[in-house]
């Protein structure tokens, strides 16, 4: 009976009443032998309506004072759940990030974790209490002025929280059942996933799948740090994410057949868009200029296809895909540097999707590639670009296209539950 | 160009709008060459909300989670106020009660502060920058918890940093225009008090007049800090407390005669009931029993009056003033007792209302009680209770007297303003 650091998410902590639930759950996994660390993220819209007040007063506001008006929102969750374990019966005592010990660089709004010193969460834990942390938040180590850790910042406190602690497990609860084999709204016959590795976990993340963050994985994956899934409104297991490879046969909990390709879930992704740089020319040096232009405007490149070049022109098409919201500043970055490249025009899509396979048994099995192909070909789903890892394959299609594309690799690698359909599912990117 | 300390409470800093407005008044201080260093309420009704939030969750929240709770409505004002700053392009940096030193006990909810290290607004203060800090809020120096200071917390938190620093003044804003002779609402003839010395105001507030708060004033006056109150809706000067007393010529800006008794205001107070112990034997000790029964309620007594006791019976009745809101706790205590003591009857009466006359000129001019008696009893106003000091007469009167006795006292000692009526006053107990 070790410990359990639970992190329950915003639309878990949304009002009065859904506190109370969620402390009754804390206080029956404190009661069953555990120590219990809790991480909240903010009452449900608290910090939209934060950011909605400080964009009234100014329209940049510094980093330093968002990070302030922001950590609010969980200070004022965690102290609400820390009272409503109080009323069961069960001491909870409330840490902010600093007081957490959770150490960060100066980042102000997507400040990142450089040490974890949970000397408080310790004691409280001696005492027998329980400690409600805030999620999202932590101190500046040089400045002491507090930080906020960014997109997926309350999961990855409550894993780097779990690796300090020396946590069993990091049980992340959300208002899905687990990670599903696809999209329930797009493919009703989904099945939620008993068990991921973590890096199935960071490619589904990665690619589209929304339920936990890329981050909170990779920290978890650093420490080996088992983190379980589940839903905050059932009590059903949900998805376990370990070092333990689904092709490890003692860890096959539905016992197929190990010798088949072990494909865990189909991804997809509508929020990218893809820039096309015409008539590059084709000398070495040229793409790496580009992709810096990009870089310098602060975008993050996903997937990349350079076409052959023109034998006629000595000219070749460079395209790539980057987040939809960076593609104004990415095109008015390479419309600065055309002039001295010499290429001919930039093209603008957004209306691609990207679908995903993933599997780390596919490493092992060459088919998968053409059976990916031929369900998309089947489809009649036109691909425009492909990309591949050793445990996943991804291609750009239209964007009307992806519905069509998820359903045929979902129903062509036997993912579809045969027990029929499943709970509609929330978390993935619509 | 010393260092200006300036407190907004939360009318001051409601909204939006409001916040912009204050960070004018700072910003046009700091460029009149001033170091300036801003302590904040919480904004508008956020304090009853976020208390109305613990109370959906558990009807007796505990003391150190609602301070961690509570203390969130100062951390949004303050980081709003230095956005709004940041927006005029000056430099201002927010600190909570914690990082900027405010040391305390470990009282939660009423905490006293200890000590104050403010390091890093000095360190603010020297880099030009403004720093804005969370009023109410402090640190408890054996747990490391975060407190709240409890009623007039932010007026005391200004104070206590503008000492520790050093400051030229603590400008207190509100929603009036300084503290007056009387409530306008009463006497439309009230002035406007250019000056008063702590006793007088210290006085004031025990007697009703909420524009400022006992405690801040006891600490202004330990360290001889001078106090601006004024109004954040204009320009004009306010009142200021400082302990050059009104009978000293040199500050008398007004050039009356300073043979004269300086009287400077007259309060009320209906927020108090009387308690009467009819029957108390008249035997060494009673009345002792009575008040530490009373006191071990949690009771503060105000003013007590024994009457002579009868020949007869041997027995006296004793009377005295508590808050209205002690009025049921302190009679059960006392039904408690009577059975060993042997009191006959416990009479309560809420029904009162107390009228004070405040001047720090009064103790050297024998004719001031004679004339505040007149006056009483020209306007045929019955006295119950009489209590006084050296700077003070107070009287209890039926309830439905307290104004008329206003008036005829106001009007007895020339108080009234000869340019006519004042403006409305807010701040005064009604």
């Known amino acids: 009976m070790g410990l359990v650091v639970q992190k329950y998410g915003g639309s878990s902590v949304a009002d009065a009443a859904s506190v109370k639930r969620v402390a009754q759950r804390i206080a029956a996994t404190k009661r069953a032998g555990h120590d219990v660390v809790v991480v909240v993220s903010a009452m449900g819209d608290t910090t939209d309506e934060l950011i909605d007040l400080a964009e009234q007063v100014t329209p940049v506001p510094g980093g330093r004072e968002l990070d302030m008006l922001l950590t609010a929102g969980e200070r004022i969750s965690m102290a609400v759940v820390a009272m409503a374990l109080g009323n069961l019966g069960v001491e909870a005592r409330s840490f902010t990030g600093s007081q957490a010990g959770v150490i960060t660089d100066s980042a102000h709004g997507k400040a990142r974790i450089i040490d974890v010193t949970p000397g408080r969460i310790r004691e409280a834990l001696a005492d027998g209490a329980i400690a409600i942390v805030a999620g999202f938040q932590g101190v500046s180590q040089d400045t002491k002025d507090i930080t906020t850790l960014g997109r997926g910042g309350s999961d990855t406190t409550a894993v780097a ?12 609860y959300t208002d899905v059942d687990g990670v599903f084999s696809a999209d329930p709204r797009i493919v009703p016959a989904a099945r939620k996933l008993p068990r991921l590795a973590y890096e199935e976990m960071l490619e589904m993340a990665a690619c589209g799948a929304k339920v936990l963050h890329l981050r909170c994985v990779e920290y978890a994956r650093r420490f080996s740090l088992p983190i379980h899934v589940r839903s905050s409104f059932s009590d059903r297991t949900g998805t376990w994410v370990t070092d333990i490879s689904r092709t490890d046969p003692s860890s096959t909990q539905e016992g197929s057949d190990v010798e088949q390709p072990i494909i865990s879930a189909v991804a997809h992704d509508r929020s990218e868009a893809k820039v096309t740089v015409v008539g590059v020319p084709d000398k070495p040096g040229e793409a790496a200029r580009i992709f810096r232009a990009v870089a310098e405007a602060g975008t993050n490149i996903d997937m990349i296809v350079q076409n052959v070049s023109s034998v006629a022109t000595g000219r070749a098409d ?17 419309r600065k540097v055309q002039p001295a490249i010499g290429f001919e025009d930039i093209l603008f899509d957004d209306g691609i999707g990207k679908v995903s396979l993933i599997g780390a048994g596919m490493r092992s099995h060459p088919g ?31 964007a009307e296209s992806v519905d069509e594309a998820v359903r045929a690799i979902h129903t062509a690698f036997d993912l579809d539950d045969p027990d029929g359909a499943a709970v509609v599912y929330g978390g993935t990117g619509r």
């Open 161 to 172: 929280l779990a690796a300090a602690l020396d946590a069993e497990v990091c049980e992340i």
């Open 318 to 334: 460079i395209s790539f895909t980057l987040p939809k919201t960076d593609g104004t500043s990415a095109v008015a970055a390479l």
């Open 368 to 398: 998968v590639s053409a059976t990916f192909f031929d369900a998309l070909a089947t489809a009649g789903v036109n691909v425009e670009i492909i990309s591949t890892s050793e445990i996943r394959i991804s291609v750009v299609v239209r």
